[in-house]
């Protein structure tokens, strides 16, 4: 099983502030996927990483992909109340499954 | 430019009866997966199909649970007999191709009494 490691599990910060979470695992994914998950709600889709070493923009939203491709982060910046959400990573593997982390649960106050 | 669809949103049963959950996919898209989310866990694969053909269901249990993606029609992830440990969410995804992003639909809440 390949497993995703999501830290910090849980994060409260002020509006205006920035932050970053991550995602890591011991395995090598053909494709990362970030989602975000409101409550009672689907994931949605914010990005697919592909390659090693590759950044992704998303307005205040910065997605980078491990050189190994087996690890991201997210980067906010001037988190607004907005962003408050669960984000979720995704490892797509060869046998076209996803393998999520249990998410990081972000918190803006404002 | 619909995305996916699931129905119904929200649905309970009491312990014994079959629970039937349906997906369509976006359109243009015809590899189906369906995946569970049980409370404090993360999303887990079920079942890959095509149109048709069941790809991998290795994430399924094998008794009770079932799926098809038939021709004409919706994908069904099927349940008999529920029992109060089937209760979660279940999501469906869709891609155009393999390795291919995966699209979420909303999700259907089962509820076992």
């Known amino acids: 099983t390949q497993l995703l490691e999501q830290s910090p599990q849980f994060l409260s910060i002020q509006e205006g502030e920035n932050l970053t979470v991550y995602c890591n695992s011991s395995?090598?994914?053909?494709?990362l996927q970030w989602y975000r998950q409101e409550p009672g709600e689907g994931p949605v889709l914010l990005v697919t990483?592909?390659?090693?070493?590759e950044v992704k923009k998303l307005k205040r939203l910065t997605f980078q992909f491990g050189d190994a491709r087996k690890d991201s982060s997210l980067h906010i910046t001037a988190a607004q109340t907005g962003d408050t959400g669960l984000y979720l990573c995704?490892?797509?593997?060869?046998?076209?499954?996803?393998?999520f982390g249990k998410g990081n649960q972000v918190v803006v106050i404002p | 430019n619909a995305g996916v669809m699931q129905n119904p949103r929200h649905l309970v049963r009491r312990r014994g009866q079959e629970a039937r959950l349906r997906c369509s996919p976006m359109?243009?898209?015809?590899?189906v997966y369906w995946y569970r989310q049980l409370p404090e866990e993360g999303l887990k694969f079920m079942v890959y199909?095509?149109?048709?053909?069941?790809?991998?269901e290795s994430g399924m249990p094998k008794e009770r649970f079932s799926a098809e993606f038939p021709k004409e029609g919706p994908s069904i992830l099927r349940i008999q007999q529920v029992v109060r440990g089937d209760s979660a969410a279940y999501f469906c995804?869709?891609?155009?191709?393999?390795?291919?992003?995966?699209?979420f639909g909303p999700g259907t809440r089962l509820l076992v009494l």
């Open positions: 995804a869709s891609s155009r191709d393999t390795q291919e992003t995966q699209y």
């Open positions: 395995s090598v994914f053909s494709s």
């Open positions: 990483v592909v390659t090693g070493g």
């Open positions: 995704a490892g797509l593997s060869g046998n076209n499954r996803l393998a």
């Open positions: 359109k243009g898209h015809s590899h």
């Open positions: 199909l095509q149109k048709e053909n069941i790809i991998d």
